[in-house]
């Protein structure tokens, strides 16, 4: 079974350097322009630019999240689908070294699969 579950909002369907947008459109399941406003919002008042992982963290601690970095037991054998199928219930994002997805209920959600791609660390939120 893939992990994978495609995922783009963008309203234009783009395929754009958006990763952050959408996994915090998945995450807080808002679209697209919503997700883009909070981010943008959120980097005008901190002084910051764009989606950056302080600007969109933020956003995601606004709304309830917490960040924990993965072990470093494995760094380049643990994947976004490892993490996925270890958590199977839950909304959560991930932070790869260059990207950002949403895992929600055990599956990823982006627009590419990404799945192979080794997560750093994540947001979640407890229910």
């Given amino acids: 079974m893939s992990r994978w579950q495609y995922y783009n909002p963008n309203p234009y369907g783009k395929y754009t350097i958006d990763c952050?947008?959408?996994a915090v459109s998945a995450a807080l399941d808002v679209d697209w322009r919503e997700a883009y406003a909070l981010i943008h919002a959120h980097g005008y008042g901190e002084g910051d630019m764009g989606p950056t992982n302080e600007t969109w963290g933020g956003v995601l601690r606004r709304y309830g999240f917490r960040r924990?970095?993965?072990p470093n037991s494995c760094p380049i054998c643990y994947t976004a689908e490892d993490f996925a199928v270890d958590n199977p219930v839950g909304t959560y994002v991930l932070g790869f070294e260059?990207?950002?997805a949403a895992v929600i209920d055990g599956r990823v959600y982006d627009s590419f699969d990404s799945t192979q791609l080794c997560p750093q660390y994540y947001w979640y939120r407890e229910e």
Avoid: K, L
């Fill in 20 to 22: 952050a947008v959408r």
């Fill in 68 to 70: 924990a970095i993965i």
């Fill in 98 to 100: 260059n990207h950002t």
